[in-house]
């Protein structure tokens, strides 16, 4: 099947500074996309989302793209906190039909320097 | 609001053995996705209840089958128990599936010895 990857395993950043985790998928038909970041010994939690019908969504402190053209969706995290350290996963469905369960990237780690 | 709640949060197998795994959804969540989730796969959809039914499978054995009671709680179970099935299994909860916002809950981590 259509795979959602990750460009980078591990992403480094300083503490304040802007983060930004990229996703690729492949599959043209999805519509819905999330992230969600996970801690270690935790299930994965919700960030925000995305529908297709939209190129940007805001939230606290987050902001989604999505670039259907490119078939690409970023994470932008503004003035990274140490409680951002987690592995952040883009998740990607569509309403299209076949199994509806999510598919997730690998995963990004997201390290932050003090 | 409580969260999504699996039970237990650990277990230990052996091989050859069955094992039953629980979730209570979100209070009002109808949905009920399951995943495993394995350093090496990472996260894999097994499948998804509504309304006490089957409504979606992912690509696993028939080793591994679930169902969903009346009131969306939902189990799991994994029979003749390999290596191979040491994980991370994580369930979902969503209002109805199908495009909405999914919540996870903490997991339930088992080994197969």
């Known amino acids: 099947g259509e795979n959602v990857g990750l460009h980078l395993p591990t992403l480094s950043v300083q503490e304040g500074d802007n983060s930004i985790i990229n996703c690729a998928y492949s599959?043209?038909?999805?519509?819905?996309f999330i992230w969600y970041k996970q801690e270690s010994g935790k299930g994965p939690q919700f960030i925000i989302d995305?529908?297709?019908?939209?190129d940007k969504r805001q939230g606290q402190r987050v902001t989604v793209l999505l670039n259907k053209t490119v078939k690409h969706l970023s994470l932008q995290i503004a003035a990274t906190q140490p409680g951002d350290s987690a592995v952040y996963f883009c998740?990607?469905?569509?309403?299209?039909?076949?199994?509806?369960?999510?598919?997730f990237g690998k995963g990004t780690h997201l390290i932050i320097q003090p | 609001k409580a969260g999504v709640t699996q039970t237990p949060r650990y277990l230990i197998k052996t091989r050859g053995q069955q094992v039953t795994l629980s979730c209570s959804p979100i209070?009002?969540?109808?949905?009920v996705s399951w995943y495993q989730q394995t350093p090496g796969q990472g996260l894999q959809f097994l499948f998804e209840?509504?309304?006490?039914?089957?409504?979606n499978k992912g690509n696993f054995p028939g080793r591994f089958s679930g169902r969903q009671f009346s009131n969306s709680r939902s189990e799991m179970n994994v029979s003749t128990l390999e290596l191979g099935d040491s994980a991370l299994y994580l369930c979902?909860?969503?209002?109805?599936?199908?495009?909405?916002?999914?919540?996870f809950g903490q997991g339930t981590r088992l080994t197969v010895v």
């Open positions: 599959n043209s038909a999805s519509d819905y």
């Open positions: 995305i529908r297709s019908n939209m």
């Open positions: 979902a909860s969503s209002l109805r599936g199908r495009n909405t916002e999914a919540f």
């Open positions: 209840y509504f309304s006490e039914t089957q409504r």
């Open positions: 209070s009002g969540h109808r949905s």
């Open positions: 998740a990607e469905t569509s309403s299209g039909g076949g199994a509806d369960g999510l598919t």
